[in-house]
T-cell receptor, first 113, second 116 residues
Framework: DAGVIQSPRHEVTEMGQEVTLRCKPI?????LFWYRQTMMRGLELLIY????????DSGMPEDRFSAKMPNASFSTLKIQPSEPRDSAVYFC???????????FGPGTRLLVL | AQTVTQSQPEMSVQEAETVTLSCTYD???????LFWYKQPPSRQMILVIR??????QNATENRFSVNFQKAAKSFSLKISDSQLGDAAMYFC?????????????FGGGTRLMVKP
């Protein structure tokens, strides 16, 4: 089985531009998580979905960030407008049930100039 | 809120030797899960081992084992017969067992270097 798939793997953009990160969870998993990793803050949860419904978005830094899960096999994390402080590695993870082990994608390395 | 602390920013071990990475956590819950994830230079987060708090037996996966001390809120990872491919960042993580808290809370990580 394929693992969690994320695209793009690397993204370089200029401040003010819109950025869209994509995630395809493991087939059959019904929970999906977006994490951000920075040197300063480590790994932190941004938002998670259960059965395509956002359950906890308290980690979303501000209104510039939004996430959607239109169906069980696809989710997006959008940043508009992007800022240099958004530069980080963004991970998507999925699990069979909310309580089960989370499996991570390869991450998207975002650099905002 | 739960917190996870990894007090060793860096560790090194000689190839074929054994190394132990430390992790402590703070929680008021009685049931929860603990994890060790490995992050090699590729940045992929790879699950190493998982422990359910209600299980007294320490989890083991091949060369990886944990020492889970629930009363002390300690969860250390032992890597036996270290290999060059074990060099990576290792993150300890906590997760609540109830539906309201499915996020992973991560420690700050320990960078493990393996010397040939």
């Amino acid at each position: 089985d394929a693992g969690v798939i994320q695209s793009p793997r690397h993204e370089v953009t200029e401040m003010g531009q819109e950025v869209t990160l994509r995630c395809k969870p493991i087939s059959g998993h019904n929970s999906l998580f977006w994490y951000r990793q920075t040197m300063m803050r480590g790994l932190e949860l941004l938002i998670y979905f259960n059965n395509n419904v956002p359950i906890d978005d308290s980690g979303m830094p501000e209104d510039r960030f939004s996430a959607k899960m239109p169906n069980a096999s696809f989710s997006t994390l959008k940043i508009q407008p992007s800022e240099p402080r958004d530069s980080a590695v963004y991970f998507c993870a999925s699990s069979l049930y909310p309580q089960e082990t989370q499996y991570f994608g390869p991450g998207t390395r975002l650099l905002v100039l | 809120a739960q917190t996870v602390t990894q007090s060793q920013p860096e560790m090194s071990v000689q190839e074929a030797e054994t190394v132990t990475l430390s992790c402590t956590y703070d929680t008021s819950e009685s049931d929860y899960y603990l994890f060790w994830y490995k992050q090699p230079p590729s940045r992929q987060m790879i699950l190493v081992i998982r422990q359910e708090a209600y299980k007294q037996q320490n989890a083991t996966e091949n060369r990886f084992s944990v020492n889970f001390q629930k009363a002390a809120k300690s969860f250390s990872l032992k890597i036996s017969d270290s290999q060059l491919g074990d060099a990576a960042m290792y993150f300890c993580a906590y997760r609540s067992i109830n539906n309201a808290g499915n996020m992973l809370t991560f420690g700050g990580g320990t960078r493990l270097m393996v010397k040939p």
